[in-house]
């Protein structure tokens, strides 16, 4: 696949179908993720797959800590705060998607269920 095609082509995800991808695909993915070049050749990285009743404890703990804190628990720390240019790139497509979605910009309870169900899923 050439640069320009992966570029146009990708996309975000934000909502998951209910049935689990095949154990199959899963050793497919991780096989060829554990190809790419690090840092010094470090291989840092860990995989742990997770399904039904844990799945569903990290789920419940996600979605605790976030109502309750308003902040998620991310293992990957990005940036606290976007300012300028970015932070108005981040509103702007959020207004987009939440337009395209049906909810008011207004209406913040409907704008945090949105967000909140990346952490039910």
């Known amino acids: 696949m050439e640069f320009q095609q992966l570029a146009f082509e990708r996309r975000s995800i934000r909502g998951y179908k209910q049935e689990p991808v095949p ?8 096989e060829v993720a554990a190809q790419t070049p690090s840092s010094m050749n470090t291989q840092p ?14 789920r419940a703990g996600n979605t605790e800590r976030m109502l309750e804190t308003g902040k998620p628990d991310r293992e990957i720390r990005g940036h606290t705060r976007y300012e300028g240019a970015h932070r108005d790139r981040q509103k702007r497509v959020a207004a987009q998607l939440f337009e395209a ?3 008011g910009w207004d209406d913040k309870e409907q704008r945090q269920d949105w967000a909140m169900r990346g952490f039910r899923q």
């Open 101 to 103: 979605a049906g909810i």
């Open 45 to 58: 990285w860990h995989v742990h797959v997770v399904t039904g009743d844990v799945l569903d404890r990290i």
């Open 23 to 30: 154990k199959a695909l899963l050793d497919e993915i991780i």
